[in-house]
């Protein structure tokens, strides 16, 4: 399978179309979701800019029968799986969005036009790292946040973590699970005296001061701190998770937020207070891992043909009493 989902120029859409369900993003829970719908026999484009999160990872992990596969490889095969099921893709951006009657009506970044009588937001979201330079240089290797999907492979290593955010502190102890030498870089950040504590049962070390850089090689780091060099082989930091959310917010959603980031709200099965958009992934849950993530598109799919199912039917009964 190649794994350069980019390379994959589709043609299955030329021109303006109109849909069941626009999927935006291809993505875990977008792909999911389309292979789901597509499955009900439902007519389904999925537009996709190309522009995964996982993409700087090398592998995904907790993936049940594909542990450590490329997410990028992922992402091939589940183009191929909906594809085949009928469903239709757009290497494309959706900039525009508006209610059009009970559907909707999207402008993309190419000019054309796709409407469609329900969405699936799986927009996924932007990693906004702390503002240090170097750390995006390292990002997805040695400069990290997950310990579940990561953890492992640095497991036994010097382990720093960027305490710039207080979730930073529960990073600690998380990483103390994979190795004995891990050390929190604390600025702007104040340790509750139970938390040292443990830091110090445990020990972890704690260094105050400001981190202003990141250097070296990958798995060699070099961390800046108030002009002193300390070694690390990896770099843990708490991003905050932005929802790519412009569409939504252009047709009146809302956002939420929580210590992680911000997000679409949803109810049971994806569905967003807009009517007829439902939503899934990191778009709607940030702390979603990639099978989670998977899991919520195969939902929403089967929700948004669900709520097909109904209005169908109500049309039918209407139709037939006139």
């Given at each position: 399978?190649?794994?350069?989902?980019?390379?994959?120029?589709s043609?299955?859409?030329?021109?303006?179309?109109?849909a069941?369900v626009v999927?935006?993003?291809?993505g875990?829970?977008?792909?999911?979701?389309?292979?789901?719908?597509?499955?009900?026999?439902?007519?389904?484009?999925?537009?996709?800019?190309?522009?995964?999160?996982?993409?700087?990872?090398?592998?995904?992990?907790?993936v049940?029968?594909?542990?450590?596969?490329?997410?990028?490889d992922?992402?091939?095969?589940?183009?191929?799986?909906?594809?085949?099921?009928?469903?239709?893709f757009?290497?494309?951006?959706?900039v525009?969005a508006?209610?059009?009657?009970t559907?909707?009506?999207?402008?993309?970044?190419?000019?054309?036009v796709?409407?469609?009588?329900?969405l699936?937001?799986?927009?996924?979201?932007?990693?906004?790292?702390?503002?240090?330079?170097?750390?995006?240089?390292?990002w997805?290797?040695?400069?990290?946040?997950?310990?579940?999907?990561?953890?492992?492979?640095?497991?036994?290593q010097?382990?720093?973590?960027?305490g710039?955010?207080?979730?930073?502190?529960?990073?600690?102890?998380m990483?103390?699970?994979?190795?004995?030498?891990?050390?929190?870089f604390?600025?702007?950040?104040?340790?509750?005296a139970?938390?040292?504590?443990?830091?110090?049962?445990?020990?972890i070390?704690?260094?105050?001061?400001?981190?202003?850089?990141?250097?070296?090689?990958?798995?060699?780091?070099?961390?800046?701190?108030?002009?002193?060099?300390?070694?690390?082989?990896?770099?843990?930091?708490?991003?905050?998770?932005?929802?790519?959310?412009?569409?939504?917010?252009?047709?009146?959603?809302?956002?939420?937020?929580?210590?992680?980031?911000?997000?679409?709200?949803t109810?049971?099965?994806?569905?967003t207070?807009?009517?007829?958009?439902w939503?899934?992934?990191?778009?709607?849950?940030?702390?979603?891992?990639?099978?989670?993530?998977?899991?919520?598109?195969?939902?929403?799919?089967?929700a948004?043909?669900?709520?097909?199912?109904?209005?169908?039917?109500?049309?039918?009964?209407?139709?037939?009493?006139?």
């Open positions: 399978m190649n794994a350069d989902v980019s390379a994959d120029v043609a299955d859409v030329s021109a303006d179309v109109n069941d999927v935006l993003g291809g875990a829970a977008g792909l999911a979701g389309a292979v789901a719908l597509a499955r009900s026999l439902r007519d389904v484009v999925v537009v996709d800019a190309g522009e995964p999160r996982n993409a700087p990872a090398g592998h995904a992990h907790n049940l029968g594909r542990e450590g596969t490329a997410p990028l992922l992402l091939a095969a589940g183009r191929a799986e909906a594809r085949g099921y009928g469903a239709r757009l290497d494309d951006r959706a525009t508006h209610r059009d009657g559907g909707f009506t999207l402008g993309l970044l190419s000019g054309r796709v409407r469609a009588r329900r699936l937001l799986a927009t996924g979201l932007a990693d906004e790292l702390p503002d240090v330079p170097g750390l995006r240089r390292f997805g290797g040695s400069v990290l946040h997950c310990p579940f999907c990561h953890g492992y492979e640095v497991r036994g010097r382990i720093g973590v960027l710039s955010r207080p979730s930073a502190l529960h990073q600690a102890l990483f103390r699970q994979l190795s004995p030498d891990v050390t929190l604390v600025q702007d950040l104040d340790v509750p139970e938390t040292a504590q443990q830091y110090r049962a445990l020990g070390t704690v260094r105050e001061g400001t981190v202003r850089r990141v250097g070296g090689t990958p798995g060699d780091l070099v961390v800046d701190l108030d002009g002193e060099d300390v070694g690390v082989q990896a770099l843990v930091v708490t991003p905050y998770y932005r929802a790519r959310a412009d569409l939504f917010r252009q047709l009146g959603g809302q956002l939420a937020t929580n210590p992680m980031g911000e997000f679409v709200p109810r049971p099965g994806g569905a207070d807009v009517p007829g958009v939503a899934a992934g990191n778009v709607a849950d940030p702390g979603a891992m990639l099978a989670a993530s998977t899991g919520a598109g195969v939902m929403a799919g089967a948004i043909n669900g709520d097909l199912i109904t209005e169908d039917a109500r049309a039918l009964v209407a139709r037939a009493a006139v």
